[in-house]
Nanobody
């Protein structure tokens, strides 16, 4: 399974970006999905996750109220809408997928991911 992530870029503080992720050749509905990020010199950290059905979501405290994760299984795509971006949000953002029977649960740990996208750079200038 290859995950194609896109939508990163350079944005000023307070701006917005929308990241997208899609699995190639497999139905998105098969996977729990999540976004992680890794800043220079730091460990990869959880950003947001969404269940297979899309009815359950979870966010890291850093993104609550600013980030929204969503998915459109019909379009085979997952999204991360990021608003009011700050310099501390600068990182490489990775989408991840986990094959799981549950349609309602969310995964948060990088160790649970079965597949990773290549990452897309998000840079926020202050």
């Amino acid at each position: 399974v290859q995950l194609q992530a896109s939508g990163g870029g350079l944005v000023q503080a307070g701006g917005s970006l929308r990241l997208s992720c899609a699995p190639s050749g497999y139905p998105l509905s098969s996977f729990r999905m999540a976004w992680f990020r890794q800043a220079d010199g730091k460990e990869r950290e959880f950003v947001a996750g969404i269940s297979r059905s899309g009815t359950s979501t979870a966010y890291a405290d850093s993104g609550k109220g600013r980030f929204t994760i969503s998915r459109d299984n019909a379009k085979n795509s997952m999204y991360l809408e990021m608003n009011n971006l700050q310099s501390e949000d600068t990182a490489v953002y990775y989408c991840a997928a986990d094959r799981h029977a549950s349609t309602l649960s969310v995964f948060r740990s990088p160790a649970q991911a079965d597949y990773w996208g290549r990452g897309t750079q998000v840079t926020v200038s202050s």
